[in-house]
């Protein structure tokens, strides 16, 4: 079945380094956008966490967060190289703002990224990688579930679409040889309201011509084409929400050309009703991968 590009998971475990948590959100997006947030010492992990979630993600917006949390009573150690260089871009600044004398706060120089470190990052480091990937396997499994389900509730809801709209064909279907009779009793009453003889065979090149011109049964046939088409991509377990958009262009254009040629009140209204269901059609559409 179709996957919605709306979805949320969360994993954690917790091993002996301290405990690690993915939480993945996604919604919908014309292509695939990935926002990454690592925490501090596993940046390196960018590339290879990227690549994984573009094998798994085709379309939508992904937001990825990971967090770890060391274990409690790890010692922590000051980055000196860094507090030293801190502490000169304060006077610096200070200086060519010529603040006078400022007092340089130790508190708010701790909230700076990497002025504070847990000893044996750079191992710990090493040692999580397989533990983040194998986390964020278990998070993308229970992302794309969750899409499923939700593009499981999408298909039924297209699918009822679907047969309303089969079901405004083969109403018009049944309508055309009403149709075509109204508009020979409508041509007949306006010759003679002219008065006027017209030859038989002039007369049936007319009505022909004119009928051709009303005649809906190829729009219909269309319409009936893509309607097949939806439910068999429906069933399908990839993505197909750029598919699915394309058949809503198609089946709007069949609608607008039925209207064109509305012969009577009928054909009218199924016109609108078309253009409505095909509408609500091409609202969920965009949310599906």
Request: charged letters at 30%.
């Amino acid at each position: 079945m179709i996957r919605s590009m709306t979805g949320f998971a969360r994993c954690e475990s917790h091993g002996a380094r301290g405990t690690l948590a993915w939480e993945l959100r996604t919604v919908n997006h014309r292509f695939l956008d990935v926002g990454l947030r690592l925490p501090e010492g596993l940046g390196a992990l960018e590339t290879v966490v990227r690549a994984r979630l573009q094998k798994t993600l085709v379309r939508g917006r992904v937001d990825a967060w990971l967090r770890f949390q060391p274990v409690a009573g790890g010692s922590l150690r000051l980055n000196t190289a860094l507090a030293t260089e801190l502490y000169g871009l304060h006077a610096e600044l200070t200086d060519i703002w010529e603040l006078g004398e400022t007092a340089f706060n130790p508190w708010d120089a701790l909230r700076w990224p990497g002025l504070v470190q847990a000893s044996g990052t750079d191992m710990d480091t090493e040692m999580l990688e397989a533990e983040v990937l194998v986390l964020l396997d278990r998070a993308l499994t229970e992302l794309q579930g969750a899409r499923e389900r939700e593009g499981a509730a999408l298909a039924q809801l297209l699918l009822s679409r679907v047969e309303a709209i089969a079901e405004q064909t083969a109403a018009l279907r049944t309508h055309l040889p009403e149709l075509e009779k109204a508009l020979r009793e409508r041509l007949q009453a306006r010759l003679q309201e002219l008065a006027q003889q017209v030859d038989a065979g002039r007369w049936e090149q007319e009505l022909l011509f004119y009928l051709q011109r009303q005649d809906v049964a190829e729009e219909l046939d269309r319409l009936d084409t893509h309607l097949s088409e939806l439910r068999r991509i429906l069933q399908r377990r990839e993505a197909v929400g750029r598919r699915l958009d394309f058949l809503m262009q198609e089946l709007n254009r069949e609608a607008n050309t039925l209207a064109s040629k509305a012969g009577d009140s009928q054909v009218t209204f199924a016109s609108v009703e078309l253009k409505v269901l095909i509408e609500q059609m091409r609202e969920q559409v965009q949310n599906v991968e």
